[in-house]
């Protein structure tokens, strides 16, 4: 298979079911198996913004994340698979001020670094503004043909791959998925039949992605589950560790603690508080993001906690 022809590919996800709880039937669409790292919904997010940058003759791409982001991982490794060369700028100047130090702890920029990312690292508040600030200006100035990818991978393109992860006999009553920048769960709405509801678990405190959602999609089918973030953004607790170890003893079935975690916790919980009416069939979409899970193990173990065990 050539590298392009990887992107190219139509990817049908296998869906497991999972049980019958309460009367719910639950199964999980196993987006996470695409690829190791390009897995889930960061494969579906690149797939058009990379054809389109091959498309246009672009040969870089630059990119927006913080210091543990699925998304810079990915991209950094789909860049490689291409021949494409990758900027990243990374949220937390202090990161690089003794970049061999951050890359001996931390496992996400050093796989990025790996696969030939270069990294920009600026600080929080410019950060907020990272699109006009005077590095990216500069790099845009240096390099006329590069490509560029908002941060979470989140615009039109990635809408359309995200549509993607729904099929034709996806024929569920209810599609979750984990919400970080709103562009999955927006494709997904998207995707869905008008008599599908999709639930968009937040990973963040707040419902500003309310509005984020809605910049994306018309449709009505959909709301936001804000109940379930732990803290925040990054932010665990010991039952929501515990709770993702069991559920991979008794599934099989990794999930990672900032995203796919959180969503089956409280999927599992609505389940029980008796949410949704007896018989409904629920299609959680399994959005990967694993790579992040030694980043966390590293954090919880600095924190003397229990860390999330391996298959």
């Not at 043909?145 to 393109?157: A, D, M, R």
């Not at 994306?216 to 925040?232: E, I």
Request: glycine content about 10%; proline content about 3%.
């Amino acid at each position: 298979m050539s590298s392009i022809s990887f992107f190219e590919k139509n990817y049908d996800s296998v869906t497991e079911c999972i049980g019958n709880f309460n009367g719910i039937d639950l199964c999980i669409k196993r987006e996470d198996l695409i690829h190791p790292v390009i897995s889930g919904n960061k494969f579906r997010k690149l797939k058009y913004n990379l054809l389109e940058a091959k498309k246009r003759k672009n040969s870089e791409i630059l990119t927006f994340g913080g210091a543990f982001s699925n998304h810079i991982a990915a991209t950094a490794e789909a860049c490689s698979i291409l021949g494409l060369e990758s900027f990243g700028i990374i949220r937390g100047e202090e990161l690089g001020k003794d970049l061999e130090k951050t890359l001996s702890t931390n496992p996400t920029l050093v796989y990025a670094h790996q696969k030939g990312m270069q990294f920009y690292f600026v600080t929080r508040s410019d950060y907020r503004n990272k699109e006009n600030i005077p590095v990216v200006k500069s790099l845009i100035e240096k390099n006329p043909s590069i490509f560029i990818i908002p941060e979470g991978g989140t615009n039109l393109l990635a809408i359309r791959g995200c549509q993607e992860i729904i099929e034709k006999e996806d024929d569920f009553d209810v599609i979750c998925s984990s919400v970080g920048t709103g562009g999955t769960l927006a494709g997904l709405i998207e995707g869905s039949k008008s008599h599908q509801h999709c639930i968009g678990f937040s990973a963040l405190k707040g419902d500003f992605l309310q509005k984020e959602v809605s910049k994306w999609t018309k449709k009505t089918n959909w709301s936001l589950q804000t109940d379930y973030h732990f803290g925040g953004y990054a932010k665990v607790t010991s039952e929501l560790i515990e709770f993702i170890n069991t559920f991979q003893r008794n599934y099989n079935i990794p999930l990672d603690p900032i995203y796919t975690g959180k969503m089956f916790y409280g999927i599992f919980d609505m389940i029980q508080s008796g949410f949704f009416p007896k018989n409904t069939r629920i299609l959680a979409v399994h959005t990967g993001g694993l790579q992040g899970v030694d980043g966390m193990n590293q954090t919880l173990k600095q924190k003397g906690l229990q860390t999330i065990n391996s298959l």
